[in-house]
């Protein structure tokens, strides 16, 4: 399938270090998107990548790609409690246009 | 305010009820989505609407009914569900149908079913 397929599943930090996760997917992409998910709540939108990009920052996020190896990762740089929250990368197809989803990094930043 | 808002927030049905789920969004946007989040598994895609015609439906089992009447509203009735179709129910929105851009995503209604 095409679902990007998130590593870590988990991940537990103390605040202030940097928090790295990575997405691998399995066919052509036109853009790779980050969301942020709080416990129970509806999905935001981080940031968006496109499939000419290599790397993108906002703020204290940066987001690289590398479509040869079909994988992204997304840095979140001096990390704070309130980043706590799980992270989902979606990956839309170069032939539908479809945005999938995959199953997410739980991030806990602890204080 | 995200712009997508999605009512009731909580829902416990039987599973003989029949009730809806509302969505409405406020950013002019002309595509509106349906997902399941279910607990350590990916966000299913259920239905897609363009401009109020529906577009795509992921082999979503008959007793989920998707309901566009204008491209501000988008409506998920429930009839007969089962347990494992409980669930968080997300309506997404997009200014173009599977845009480059990005999804809007209301908060969810959180459904359980007995």
């Known amino acids: 399938s095409q679902q990007g397929e998130e590593d870590p599943q988990a991940l537990s930090i103390q605040e202030g270090e940097n928090a790295t996760m990575n997405c691998s997917y399995k066919t052509s992409i036109n853009n790779l998107q980050w969301y942020r998910q709080n416990s129970g709540r509806g999905l935001v939108h981080l940031i968006l990548i496109r499939s000419n990009e290599r790397e993108k920052h906002s703020g204290r996020l940066r987001v690289t790609l590398d479509t040869s190896k079909k994988s992204s990762s997304l840095l979140i740089t001096a990390s704070r409690a309130a980043d706590t929250a799980s992270y989902f990368c979606a990956t839309g197809s170069s032939n539908t246009g479809k945005l999938i989803f995959g199953q997410g990094t739980t991030l806990q930043v602890k204080p | 305010e995200t712009g997508v808002t999605q009512t009731p927030r909580h829902l416990v049905m039987g599973m003989t009820n029949k009730k809806s789920l509302k969505c409405e969004q406020h950013l002019g946007h002309n595509a509106m989505y349906w997902y399941k989040q279910s607990a350590k598994k990916p966000l299913e895609l259920m239905f897609v609407?363009?401009?109020?015609?529906r577009v795509e439906n992921n082999s979503v089992p008959s007793r989920f009914s998707p309901e566009c009447p204008n491209s501000s509203h988008l409506f998920l009735h429930l009839h007969t569900l089962q347990p494992e179709d409980s669930a968080l129910y997300l309506c997404?929105?997009?200014?173009?149908?599977w845009g480059t851009g990005e999804l809007f995503f209301g908060e969810g209604s959180r459904l359980t079913v007995l």
């Open positions: 997404a929105s997009s200014q173009v149908f």
């Open positions: 609407y363009s401009l109020e015609e």
